[in-house]
């Protein structure tokens, strides 16, 4: 298990004890104890992703969208917020239909699928099946 802000690290943080990452996930969605006010990421680990230029960019768009329609501003919004919700929602929601041999594959077999189109998989069984 990781130690967040554990006591006398380079960060100065607070001692938290070990934290796993369920109990991460519950303080991200609310089921937390009280942590002395201290911001939410704080509690997060980090981990270095590359994004690609056109990415950066309508995800800094989708960030500043999500901004101008809030009414409960007593959260910040970041980029780095909504990169979470992408990944819980792949991790919850779409882990089971994740499939293939490269990035462009997997994105594939997680989109929804647009009636009348089918996909490779689909294309091959159909062929599969009429021998």
Known sequence: MAK?????????GK????????????RLIGDRDDQGGDPKWVTLERKEARLRADQLSDLADLRRHVNARRQDR???????TLIRVAVD???RGHAHRLRGDTEEDLLHSVLPKRP??????????EAAGAE
Do not use: F, P
């Open 15 to 26: 001692g938290r004890g070990a934290v796993g990452g369920s109990a991460i996930l519950g």
């Open 89 to 91: 929602l792949l991790l």
């Open 116 to 125: 009348g189109v089918q996909s490779q998989e689909e294309v091959g069984q």
């Open 4 to 12: 967040i802000g554990g006591t006398g690290d380079a960060g100065g």
């Open 74 to 80: 007593s959260e910040i919004i970041t980029d780095n």
